[in-house]
């Protein structure tokens, strides 16, 4: 590189930074950007600091808006969007056994809660594994136990599918189909591999426990077949006095081998069913029959299913059935937010947490309302690969996805907490042109200030006499009396002014802004996990749509809940 072009590539990066920063930038910052982006220059830093110095001292002198002309003219690459170079390696481990198969996947919740960030990493992984080989995914609702299942949690989980963008090919309810089922047991008891076990619930664990063999395994066929149909019959077995068991060994030492129960009477209301049915499969069959009837080639699970791998492929076998291919992974939590249920309904039991949307939780709709972005969720869980492992993530690391989505698409206003008003002489005028966003295109406001604005209370605080500040958008004053909050428009830039302070004006707008923090430190509930903060904003606010991310300047990234509300997403 000659001379020039060196001169032209520090202007280029000191120019972006100053318009990221508004209109300011340091030396010692365009030196690292060079050393970072240029490798031709990196055995040249004593040589070219002193240039970096004499160029970033002319451009501290500029007004912003003619930073962005320049910019605009010479280097309007820098104004457009990075777009993310796709990756040409999936960060998941490449599947096995995928040989001439059509590979299809599955995302199998059970309709008893509202969707998490632990639903969202199965759904995600499930629908990359399709997409990475051309292939299929179904949905399906593992409805198979009644009391528990409601219709507004079925609805909850497709809304969840739909905000994170996960495309299905096929919708399935394993309630629709208990006959299928139902044929399938017939078949195991006709090949004696199943038994009616009508012994209390007491006495069952203490077998499997002790490893002794039930007596209701000495009933014959012909016997188990009429116990069977009378688990069925309005007049026969009532709830828990009857099970269709697995003959499976009770020697195991894997206990999910010690005969397991594949049916049970419940005669709860059903959610989608009411009382149709009175007989019910448990998971360890309903879930393997339908991968295998629908050709599912690989079933993704958590791991704590792992153990039952021997007995699921064991009951297919008994059937002559299909078995995919079993691929676990270890649970996802976010650090202080619980994505159980057993955790969460207490929370909202004891009216710790108002409900399943609260910001604090790591829920879809709590994620969602916070402002976190699904492609945000989406890059997170892939980020992590997979691994059996349970990942504890910090939700500073969910944040970081999220800030690169939407920082480019986040309109930037001023916002003020217990505003004190500074009066300002000397203004060069009353109407000021404010950027909505340093780098990106996204408008600019017209803000009218008559002879003073309203600051921060605790930026009001720490002002001095004879102190130079910079106010974002109008320039620098000097402040004439701290005790009366007086100041003097001294000029639109200069150098070395550190201290820079928002400001509103004219009418501002009140506003509530919810803030929500970490909901356990280990074992404990931070009763100050959710605060209120009163803030006063310009304008502009009002021209923003319910949903809209903001970043108030010197504050955070914020989504606008409604007309005087918004919710803190983060820094």
């Given at each position: ?23 300011q ?13 240029v ?21 501290n ?31 998941l ?8 198969k ?22 995600v ?9 051309g ?36 919708v399935?309810?394993v ?45 014959s ?30 020697q ?5 081998m ?114 976190i ?26 944040e970081?996805?999220?800030?690169k989505?939407?920082d ?38 017209t803000v ?6 309203m600051?921060e ?67 404990k ?47």
């Open positions: 590189m000659n001379d020039e072009e060196i001169k032209d590539e520090i202007r280029k990066f000191a120019l972006q930074n100053a318009a990221e920063h508004e209109g930038t340091r030396d010692k910052t365009i030196l690292a950007k060079i050393m970072g982006n490798p031709e220059l990196r055995q040249k830093a004593k040589e070219i600091s002193p240039i970096i110095t004499e160029i970033v001292s002319e451009i002198q500029i007004p912003l808006e003619e930073q962005q002309k320049e910019i605009q003219e010479k280097y309007p690459e820098l104004l457009e969007i990075k777009k993310e170079k796709p990756q040409k390696e999936s960060l481990p490449a599947l096995k056994n995928i040989e001439g059509e590979i299809i996947t599955r995302f199998p919740p059970a309709p008893n809660g509202y969707p998490h960030i632990g639903h969202a990493k199965a759904a992984i499930s629908e990359e594994y399709a997409k990475m080989h292939g299929k995914m179904i949905l399906r609702f593992e409805d198979t136990n009644p009391g528990t299942e409601r219709l507004e949690y079925y609805a909850a989980i497709k809304v969840g599918m739909d905000w994170l963008g996960i495309k299905y090919d096929n399935e309810y309630s629709d189909s208990l006959d299928v089922l139902y044929k399938k047991a017939d078949q195991i008891i006709k090949s004696n591999d199943a038994y009616v076990c009508t012994c209390s619930q007491d006495s069952i664990s203490k077998d499997r426990r002790e490893m002794i063999e039930c007596r209701c395994t000495k009933q066929l012909e016997e188990n077949e009429k116990l069977w149909h009378k688990m069925f019959d309005e007049k026969g077995f009532k709830e828990g006095q009857a099970l269709l068991r697995f003959r499976g060994n009770m195991s030492g894997n206990t999910t010690r005969d397991p129960a594949l049916f049970r009477i419940n005669t709860k209301r059903h959610a989608r069913q009411e009382q149709k049915y009175k007989v019910w499969p448990t998971y360890d069959f309903a879930g393997i029959i339908f991968d295998s009837i629908s050709n599912v080639s690989h079933a993704m699970r958590s791991k704590e299913f792992e153990l039952r791998k021997e007995l699921h492929h064991t009951i297919l076998d008994k059937l002559g059935m299909e078995k995919s291919e079993f691929i676990f992974f270890g649970r996802l939590d976010l650090e202080g937010m619980p994505v159980s249920k057993s955790a969460l309904k207490p929370l909202i039991e004891n009216g710790k947490v108002p409900w399943y949307d609260d910001p604090r939780l790591p829920t879809l709709e709590g994620l969602r309302r916070r402002g972005r699904p492609e945000a969720v989406k890059k997170f869980v892939l980020s992590l690969g997979l691994t059996k492992n349970d990942t504890v993530s910090p939700f500073a690391t969910l970081a996805f999220n800030k989505i939407i480019s698409e986040s309109v930037r206003l001023h916002m003020v907490r217990n505003p004190k008003e500074l009066k300002i002489t000397n203004l060069p005028s009353s109407e000021f042109h404010l950027p909505n966003h340093p780098t990106v295109e996204l408008g600019k406001r009218i200030v008559d002879d003073s604005v600051i209370g605790e930026d009001a605080k720490d002002l001095k006499n004879g102190e130079s500040i910079r106010l974002l958008g109008i320039g620098i004053v000097k402040i004439t009396d701290s005790s009366e909050l007086t100041a003097e428009f001294i000029s639109e830039n200069a150098e070395n002014i550190e201290k820079k302070i928002q400001w509103v004006a004219g009418e501002p707008i009140k506003i509530k802004i919810i803030v929500p923090d970490q909901l356990f430190f280990g074992e509930f931070n009763d100050d996990s959710l605060k209120e903060v009163e803030g006063f904003v310009e304008q502009a606010y009002l021209e923003l749509k319910d949903g809209d991310e903001i970043q108030f300047i010197r504050f955070g990234y914020c989504r606008k809940e409604s007309t005087h509300q918004v919710i803190f997403t983060h820094k």
